[in-house]
């Protein structure tokens, strides 16, 4: 069973575009919410993190937002640049280095 | 910091064959890794949590004599896949973080397992 679901499943944006992510999750246990960047052939890639307490986290061109009451959290790709296209998986757990509950991926494309 | 090393990156052998993929963190000690699979465009799925110096703990629907997990020190867990067949042809990861809890897991780049 899927505890984060993760949509969209694939997304282009242009170069220069914001690409969006969202993920939704139903157990309230969970407290850590990292997003992954993984590349073909390659394992993720932590990208950035947020716990529940605050609603939005920053780090150059990404950014998480979260809404607790809603259970929703999204990743936000500033300015995407074709080097960003991959697969970005978000994720869950109750705690941070407990093992991890992935959403089902999104395969981003960013065209020149 | 907080590098993962997964050795090997590809492997191809036959049916029957039984195969080691070992995972270690370079840079820092863990008590616990983590093993998942992934199949092609698929997500990452857990296998098992591998605990230094005790047995692995398995996810529902892992054979534990299948996938035989041993974590020996901070540094090392190792899976092996014993007699395997062609459905267990898939790439396997392993993810470990730092003692002390609270931090992030890093992964390492994978295991690509191929059966003939």
């Known amino acids: 069973q899927q505890q984060v679901k993760q949509s969209p499943q694939s997304l282009i944006v242009q170069k220069g575009g914001i690409s969006i992510i969202n993920c939704a999750y139903e157990?309230?246990?969970?407290?850590?919410f990292p997003w992954y960047q993984q590349f073909p052939g390659k394992g993720p890639a932590l990208l950035i993190a947020i716990r529940p307490d605050v609603s939005e986290k920053k780090e150059g061109r990404f950014t998480i937002s979260f809404n607790k009451s809603a259970k929703q959290f999204s990743l936000h790709i500033m300015d995407s640049q074709p080097g960003d296209s991959a697969t970005y998986f978000c994720?869950?757990?109750?705690?941070?280095?407990?093992?991890?509950?992935f959403g089902k991926g999104t395969s981003l494309l960013v065209t020149p | 910091g907080a590098v993962v090393s997964q050795h090997p990156s590809r492997v191809i052998c036959k049916s029957g064959t039984s195969v080691k993929i070992e995972c270690r963190s370079l840079d820092f000690q863990a008590t616990t890794m983590f093993w998942y699979r992934q199949f092609p465009k698929q997500s990452l799925m857990l296998m098992a949590t591998s605990n230094e110096g005790s047995k692995a703990t398995y996810e529902q629907g892992v054979e534990k004599d299948k996938f035989l997990i041993n974590h020996a020190s901070l540094t090392l867990s190792t899976l092996t896949v014993t007699s395997a067949h062609p459905e267990d042809s898939s790439f396997y990861i392993c993810?470990?973080?730092?003692?002390?809890?609270?931090?992030?897991?890093?992964f390492g780049d994978g295991t690509r397992l191929s059966i003939l």
């Open positions: 157990n309230t246990a969970f407290d850590y």
């Open positions: 994720a869950a757990s109750s705690r941070t280095g407990y093992a991890l509950n």
């Open positions: 993810s470990a973080g730092p003692l002390g809890g609270n931090q992030p897991q890093h």
